[in-house]
């Protein structure tokens, strides 16, 4: 008989130790994925993750910087204020919104007063530069009570006055002194109720109604018209500060 002393090789051993390095390896690796999920658990606290966004947010256009609002989905629908278009506006039947110094004076003559806008200091100007500056020498111009801005040559209506003879034609029907607020109410139907009462300097409290200008409620602005004893008495082109 032979008495043979089996002896492992080199290699064998280096293999044997790096399967139980790989071992050792994998049990620490499977460790710390179970402890990363249970101290996220924790954090969580049961609380659900925050739902994404949506509906009716801003937009910030990188490029420019502006902020653009995202179209309102039931901005024109059959319950929406109604839009009041300039471009439908005949201020006597003859004069849309924007015009010259020459048809000022040739369908008013001269204005009853003017002040300079940097006297007044208006929250905002008709004609406002790109860059937010105003003609040093823009100004009111009033004329039977209705008040119009002039910058130049050119001349724009701020403010009707029906009380002091001046009627607008607003696609083919004539709004002036006499017009009710149940006239109104036929053409501004959804805007007429959301009536509601204002102050107004030098007039005290007046009911007021507010208009779109636009379809797209690109423009922040919006046309407001006054009434006075239930009877048309002013319309309005207000836009923010």
Known sequence: MFNINHQSSPGKKKSQSHNLQCKTFELTTTCLIVICLVFTSCNNNGKPSAPKQTGNIKNINKATDTVVSEPKSNANNKDSVEVVDEKDILLNGKLKRYFSVMDFKANFGEPDSSK????????????????????????????NGSRFENSGNKVAIDEISFDGGDHILYKGHLLNKSTTMGDIKRLFPNAIKHISEMDVFGEGKLQVIQLREDYNNVSDGHVKIFFKNGKLHLLHWWFPC
């Not at 806008?117 to 003609?135: K, M």
């Open 116 to 143: 300079l806008l940097s006297d007044v200091e208006p929250c905002t100007s008709i004609f406002e530069e790109a860059d937010g500056s105003v003609n040093p020498q823009a100004k009111y111009l009033y004329k």
